[in-house]
């Protein structure tokens, strides 16, 4: 079953303290992986899309990268700012047209 | 830029009525929008995907009935729910994707928050 799943569901982190947030998926013929920042009542706010395993992509403290079998969001040295549900989502070879998200990832940064 | 707007921001309806919710695409044609519901706590789920000029399509256990999609022109999409009760009560997002030439990327409005008493 085409899945995508999201790791860990909560993450708490003082300010500072880098880490990564995990997204698996497994689908057949991946056409595009997109990471979105959600704040609590808010649609979601598209960050990233990577298309191909090894590549990468940066903004300010958010660092993208993709396997064949997973992405992480890395990052790096956290503002409280950054606290928000990072979703994960994926565009595959049986529904061209659409995005399949996993569950998210609710990110608390502590100053 | 690429803006999505939505329309009421937030609802209060009472059992049995139905409710419009409007979604416009601000700055972009939108050759596709999709409809998702939120549950609390819980991840995007996609109700609809509808095209300018032709029928929505749903997803599987989405009833076409009760949830009806017009999306009249590239810049409006509607999601009218019907004889709303108050399990329908959630938070419903749209989003748009731009002109199929371009690389593939869905732009999300606020959201609408609908409670059903």
């Known amino acids: 079953e085409d899945q995508v799943t999201q790791s860990p569901e909560a993450l708490r982190l003082q300010e500072g303290e880098s880490s990564s947030l995990n997204c698996s998926y497994t689908v057949s013929g991946l056409r595009g992986l997109f990471w979105y920042r959600q704040d609590p009542g808010k649609g979601p706010e598209f960050l990233f899309t990577l298309y191909s395993a090894g590549e990468e992509k940066e903004k300010e403290r958010l660092k993208a990268t993709l396997t064949k079998k997973e992405s992480f969001l890395h990052i790096t040295a956290p503002k409280p700012e950054d606290s928000a549900t990072y979703l994960c989502a994926v565009r595959y070879g049986g529904a061209t047209n659409k995005l399949i998200f996993g569950t998210g990832t609710l990110l608390a940064v502590q100053p | 830029g690429a803006v999505v707007s939505q329309h009421p921001s937030r609802v209060i309806c009472k059992s ?71 399990e329908d009560s959630s938070f419903y997002i749209c989003s748009a994707r731009k002109d199929s030439r371009v690389p593939y990327e869905q732009y999300f409005g606020p959201g609408t928050r609908l409670t059903v008493t």
């Open chain 2, 16 to 86: 049995g009525t139905s409710v419009k919710i409007e979604c416009r695409s601000l700055d972009f044609q939108a050759t596709t929008m999709f409809w998702y519901r939120q549950f609390p706590k819980q991840s995007l789920m996609l109700m609809a995907t509808s095209n300018e000029g032709s029928k929505a399509t749903y997803e599987q256990g989405v009833e076409k009935d009760k949830f009806l999609i017009n999306h009249a022109s590239l810049t409006l999409s509607t999601l009218t729910v019907t004889s709303a009760h108050p």
